[in-house]
């Protein structure tokens, strides 16, 4: 089987389980322009270590490269269309010592008391109060930013206060319930928008100035230029900063908090916090769970009243 199918094959296959696949998708497609549309059995150990050096300006592109190759002979051998797997050995890649960075309320403050300054300037393509919605619904609802950008007017429920995140990371559906505070803002948010562009439900719900619909790109630049605005920071270099996406971790973090301070069965809440989420199970929900010194205050002090209480029985 040629290269090209067999690659074809195999991503439809990995989306009908879910997978969204995009990035590893560009992968293999790369490969098989490199290698050539030749069969799996003249792939060389040599041909594939060209093209895993190739273009790589480091291990961790490397070893990913290396990786979606891994699955493509998986799926190939358990299908009796590849017998040998020639891909050369590469160092371990170090494991990665980033952790999401969780706002604290006073860092959420100064991030919306400087959209208004940021979002003033000749070149922000986004109005300060569509700017501010975006980030408190990012907070309130825990979404992930390329959620929030897709929702379309439709999407938005303000009588019931649901939302509907449509295609998600796995291909799914899921309503997200949205709270009181989150639902003046967007109830103001889509007033105000209302009165510069015309409502239409199949039109995006959060919008650039000029009407067109938010995207990735203009959100994250305005979101660094913003950042540096309210001085919200780490030690680290660029590469280590405060991110957009924390915020979603920042949300999960502060619910676990008030569930201890308020003394919930967590077990129970943990399954709906990860359903809330989008995840298809705990442990995907486990890593938004960063252990920050307000939490683990929190965990410790519900310790010790579980302590003192069975001591006493």
């Not at 959620?147 to 997200?176: G, H, N, P, S, Y």
């Amino acid at each position: 089987m040629k290269l090209s199918r067999l690659i074809s094959n195999y991503i439809a296959y990995r989306r009908a389980l879910g997978n969204r696949f995009i990035a590893e998708g560009f992968i293999l497609r790369s490969c098989c322009r490199h290698l050539g549309d030749i069969t799996l059995e003249d792939v060389t150990a040599e041909g594939v270590r060209d093209f895993l050096l190739n273009g790589s300006k480091s291990l961790e592109t490397t070893s990913r490269k290396r990786r979606v190759l891994v699955g493509l002979y998986r799926y190939a051998y358990t299908r009796g269309s590849g017998t040998a797997l020639p891909l050369p050995a590469l160092p371990a890649t170090p494991p990665s010592s980033f952790v999401p960075y969780i706002y604290t309320h006073d860092d959420l403050r100064r991030l919306l008391d400087a959209v208004p300054a940021v979002c003033a300037v000749r070149q922000s393509l986004i109005d300060d109060y569509a700017m501010r919605a975006l980030l408190l619904t990012l907070y309130g609802a825990a979404l992930r930013l390329g959620e929030a950008v897709k929702l379309k007017d439709a999407d938005v429920d303000l009588r019931d206060a649901v939302l509907t995140i449509r295609e998600t990371k796995f291909f799914k559906t899921r309503l997200v319930p949205i709270g009181k505070d989150l639902l003046r803002v967007l109830i103001d948010y889509r007033n105000r928008r209302n009165r510069q562009h015309t409502a239409d439900l199949d039109a995006p719900f959060f919008r650039l100035r000029n009407g067109a619909s938010l995207n990735k790109p203009v959100v994250e630049r305005t979101f660094r230029r913003l950042r540096a605005a309210a001085g919200v920071q780490r030690e680290g270099g660029p590469r280590r900063q405060p991110r957009l996406h924390d915020l979603r971790h920042t949300a999960a973090v502060h619910r676990v908090q008030r569930w201890y301070r308020t003394g919930v069965n967590l077990q129970k809440q943990l399954l709906r916090l990860a359903t809330y989420l989008g995840h298809k199970d705990l442990s995907g929900t486990q890593r938004y769970l960063t252990l920050t010194p307000q939490l683990l205050r929190a965990a410790s002090r519900r310790f010790e009243r579980y302590a003192a209480e069975d001591r006493h029985e």
